[in-house]
């Protein structure tokens, strides 16, 4: 079975501050897909990033970088010099690639409150 | 403009009704999902759907139904069987392995 646990709960930073969401994730399959959402306090979830599982390198998206590592199972995400904009609740997901359906497993989410 | 859209946005059940919230995509995704979200909680799977005229239960299907009759609607009902349905509810879809799209969710409360 597939499962994805965030271990924080809740994450307050000062404005400026570098933060890294932690992602763990578990998985049978070979093939499968990770993700990052943001959910702003509007409530629709915005896709940030997808990362296949055959690929390691780790991205940088402006302040965003995303760090994958297949050998501890993890996906953590870190906002550097974070701003009250980036204030929200941010899920990671896993998604498995093989068979014939396919769910999409969210993490319980890690709230971020960036204070000036 | 492509997209999935959800409706009602609010809700309100008396209890012992059945309720049924609306999903529609118009991306031409194959598999569609509802999850329900409580305050301060994760997205929890209810059901998934990866072809029309088929659907599967998730982590938390009991007290809720689906059908899955065109690839571009996936309704939810939430029966009276479910005990506690106040939440928020968000549909969504995707094509295998890319990102999920979602709708704006509906917010269910039983008066």
Not at chain 1, 64 to 88: E, G, H, M, P
Not at chain 1, 94 to 114: D, H, P, W
Not at chain 2, 71 to 78: D, N, Y
């Amino acid at each position: 079975a597939q499962k994805v646990t965030q271990a924080q709960t809740e994450i307050s930073v000062v404005e400026k501050e570098d933060v890294t969401l932690d992602c763990v994730y578990e998985t049978r399959d070979t093939t499968y897909y990770l993700f990052w959402y943001k959910q702003p306090p509007s409530g629709e979830l915005v896709f940030l990033i997808r990362r296949n599982s055959f690929d390691e390198q780790n991205e940088i998206s402006g302040r965003y970088s995303w760090n994958f590592q297949k050998s501890t199972s993890s996906f953590n995400f870190t906002i550097t010099a974070s701003q009250v904009v980036d204030s929200a609740v941010y899920f990671c997901a896993l998604s498995e690639g093989g068979g014939t359906a396919s769910k999409l497993t969210f993490g319980t989410g890690t709230r971020l409150q960036v204070t000036l | 403009d492509g997209g999935i859209t959800q409706s009602p946005k609010y809700l309100f059940r008396k209890e012992g009704q059945n309720v049924t919230l609306s999903c529609e995509q118009n991306l031409n995704h194959d598999a569609m999902y509802w999850y329900r979200q409580d305050p301060g909680q994760g997205l929890r799977l209810i059901y998934y759907s990866q072809i029309v005229n088929d659907f599967q239960k998730g982590d938390i299907a009991e007290g809720y139904s689906v059908s899955r009759e065109k690839k571009e609607s996936f309704p939810l009902t939430v029966t009276s069987a479910q005990k506690n349905p106040t939440a928020f509810y968000l549909c969504a879809s995707s094509i295998r392995g890319a990102e999920a799209f979602f709708g704006q969710g509906t917010r269910l409360t039983v008066v």
